[in-house]
């Protein structure tokens, strides 16, 4: 079974406008955190937020938010006002903390921002 | 300036020839690994450590080879044996709760072997 998931291959919003990015994840471990980052054409990768099991908060960084919804397993990334130099690939990503400490990356979704 | 640096940013290799990629961190990190991404492909793990001299294959392991002699060092051969090897190669490292627990990218190799 895969332990990320990201259904949206690709996705377009308008300049300005909020976009939510779909994660849903697997994981019997009972801490566990989640993060998503973002892969521009230069091919470096950002780490853009981070929400561990226990928080009973969703996280935020700036524009970036974590709809995070632990029964339902799922980690949306919510990016508001979007900007044209947010089109780039995201990637949702899962470490399991007490099994070996590896993670576990989505295929991905692709952003592009419409001016 | 803490961070992870890959060298060269840009690989050519022909086919039979092994070659090292580099990885090296100033973090303290004690988890390196090393991912492989095809065009248009999310991350692959080829090889991870956990501590040194110590290591685990990951999903793609074949055809690859690491070393962790030192916490700083990660280095990836690509050997001959690997049968598609251009790519896009990815290093990263991991600290624990005391130093956040995402993974820190350096900025990738591109390999091409032909």
């Known amino acids: 079974a895969q332990k990320i998931t990201q259904t949206q291959p690709g996705m377009f919003v308008q300049e300005k406008e909020a976009v939510t990015l779909d994660c849903t994840y697997d994981?019997?471990?009972?801490?566990?955190?989640l993060f998503w980052y973002k892969q521009p054409s230069s091919g470096e990768m950002i780490f853009l937020i981070y929400?561990?099991?226990?928080?009973?908060q969703n996280a935020t960084e700036g524009r970036y938010s974590l709809n995070f919804q632990k029964a339902r397993k799922s980690a949306n990334l919510v990016i508001s006002a979007s900007q044209l130099g947010d089109s780039a690939m995201y990637f949702c990503?899962?470490?399991?903390?007490?099994?070996?400490?590896?993670?576990?990356f989505g295929t991905g979704t692709s952003l592009t921002v419409i001016p | 300036d803490g961070g992870i640096t890959q060298s060269p940013k840009y690989l050519f290799r022909k086919e039979g020839q092994n070659v090292t990629l580099s990885c090296e961190q100033n973090?303290?990190?004690?988890?390196m690994y090393w991912y492989r991404q095809d065009p248009g492909q999310g991350l692959r793990l080829i090889y991870y450590?956990?501590?040194?001299?110590?290591?685990q294959k990951g999903d793609i392991a074949e055809g690859y080879s690491v070393s962790r002699e030192k916490k700083e060092s990660f280095p990836l051969t690509v050997t001959s044996a690997q049968k598609n090897p251009t790519a896009f190669y990815l290093c990263?490292?991991?600290?624990?709760?005391?130093?956040?627990?995402?993974?820190?990218f350096g900025p990738g190799t591109r390999l091409t072997v032909t």
């Open positions: 990263a490292s991991s600290g624990g709760s005391d130093a956040g627990w995402e993974q820190y």
């Open positions: 994981t019997s471990d009972p801490s566990y955190g």
């Open positions: 929400q561990g099991s226990y928080d009973q």
């Open positions: 990503a899962m470490r399991e903390i007490y099994t070996g400490n590896q993670f576990y």
């Open positions: 973090l303290n990190h004690d988890a």
């Open positions: 450590s956990q501590i040194v001299n110590d290591f």
